[in-house]
């Protein structure tokens, strides 16, 4: 196997930088796109901007048709491409061309051929980003998009009002494809975290790591791989037991990970000494966070941790991806949210709960240790 250090270089596409680097290549970044809004009369940026969605469904057509795929194993015109997917060469041509524009795909010499954005595209890439494309380019998140104005007027949940239930029933009782499919897109980029995480927390001592709503357990089985003195458990909703037995035999962990179907508004798996919540925090409102953290809390080994990965939002106005993720917590589900520093803080206050560390992630995700208050 592959060491952790090299896995993250083959995740990321090429050198692993340290978290200040990063960071101010994002900064760098806003102040070139504040740069970049600012240079065209108003009304030109509310035409590109309206244009938004024009890149989720050309990228879905694309991976629908399996373009990335097809590419892999060289480059194609777009007459062949269309032959291949059974589609219109001319829709083909100009969907190219548009993608081309927007940063995907190369085009030399009258043939396209992918570039390091399209290959993440291919079902076969080990860190494949294209079930995040299939999730956002899907009719079913549309129908919940759908329902934003109502959801910024009134308040109610947007994913309820347009699914006729709450958004994880609805991916794990009514629409188990839906399921698939978003808990593909959460392991594309929990793999990629998992293995940051695993590269930069010393977790030599812990005896039993919990991954609280770890999905299909992909996350648990890199640091079980990496970790061979450690047990791990993944409490998910029990829809997702299947995949995760899967991604267990596949990393050749199975023997010391267990998935736990259940709700962690009810209970969780006890006896732990590190419990780890990827991008679970951001799901629910306060009050709910602190039900699955006091839970936690309750039945962790005495000396145990609980591990929190979320990103921050900055205290500026400019750019930064988390007030977009946002703008998903929002219409998603029933009180979720990306937060501020001091809104983590009053939260982990809420739970009964004290920040005894905190490590940046060279995705910039912070890893906040917390450890029972008092
Ligand atoms: C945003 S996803 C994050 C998944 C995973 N940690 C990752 O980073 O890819 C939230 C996870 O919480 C799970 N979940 C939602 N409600 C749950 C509940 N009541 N009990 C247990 N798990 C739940 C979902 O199935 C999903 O896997």
Redesign the pocket.
Known sequence: MASGIERAKEALGGAVPPPWIVRAAFRARAAIGALHARMVPGFSLVLERTFGMVDTKALYCAVDLRIPDLLARGPLTSTQIAAASGADPDAVERLLRFLVMRGFFKHRRGAYANNAATDRLREDHPYSFRDWVLFFGSEWNARIWNEMPSRVRTGRPAAETALGMPF?QY??EENPDA?RA??GA??S???L??ILFGETIGLEDVRHLC??????G??LAHLLALHPQMHGTV???P??EADARVVFEDAGVAERATFVG?????AVPGGCDLYV????V??WDDERCALILSNIRRVMAPGGRIMV?EAVIPPHDSEHFLKTTDMLMLVLGDGGRERTDSEFAALWTRAGLRLANRTMLPSTFEVFELVPAG
Do not use: E, K, T, Y
């Open positions: 994880f991916l794990s399921g978003f808990a959460m392991a980029g929990s793999r975290q998992g991954d609280i709503g770890g999905g299909s992909s996350v409490l998910d909703l829809s997702l259940g709700d962690f508004f009810d919540l990827f991008a679970v951001h799901d990965i």
